[in-house]
Nanobody
Framework: QVQLMESGGGLVQAGGSLRLSCAASGSIGSINYMGWYRQKPGKQRDLVAVITTDGSTNFADSVKGRFTISRDSAKNTVYLQMNSLKPEDTAVYYC??????????WGQGSQVTVSS
């Protein structure tokens, strides 16, 4: 089993920055890749950024150039650095680990609110 613990959400003014953290524990070796998704009220959960075990990254067009994803393998932690935040970035952000079995594990969700 893989467990994910998120931290770092909050309230920030437009133009500000936040960093989300996602610490993985358990069967770390079963993880294929990790990523961040977000869900706005009444909307589906959408991809924000992913990072593979070899360090390859991919971002949603809406966050390219503003968000970065990174990992600390020693701490089994993935980070989402969010800069130049906009009100439309307001959402609940979820960390996801896709396992080699094809199953997904999700974090508990972190509220990010960007005020104008």
């Amino acid at each position: 089993q893989v467990q994910l613990m998120e931290s770092g959400g909050g309230l920030v003014q437009a133009g500000g920055s936040l960093r989300l953290s996602c610490a993985a524990s358990g069967s770390i070796g079963s993880i294929n890749y990790m990523g961040w998704y977000r869900q706005k009220p009444g909307k589906q959960r959408d991809l924000v950024a992913v990072i593979t075990t070899d360090g390859s990254t991919n971002f949603a067009d809406s966050v390219k150039g503003r968000f970065t994803i990174s990992r600390d393998s020693a701490k089994n932690t993935v980070y989402l650095q969010m800069n130049s935040l906009k009100p439309e970035d307001t959402a609940v952000y979820y960390c996801k680990a896709q396992l080699r079995t094809g199953y997904n594990r999700w974090g508990q969700g972190s509220q990010v609110t960007v005020s104008s």
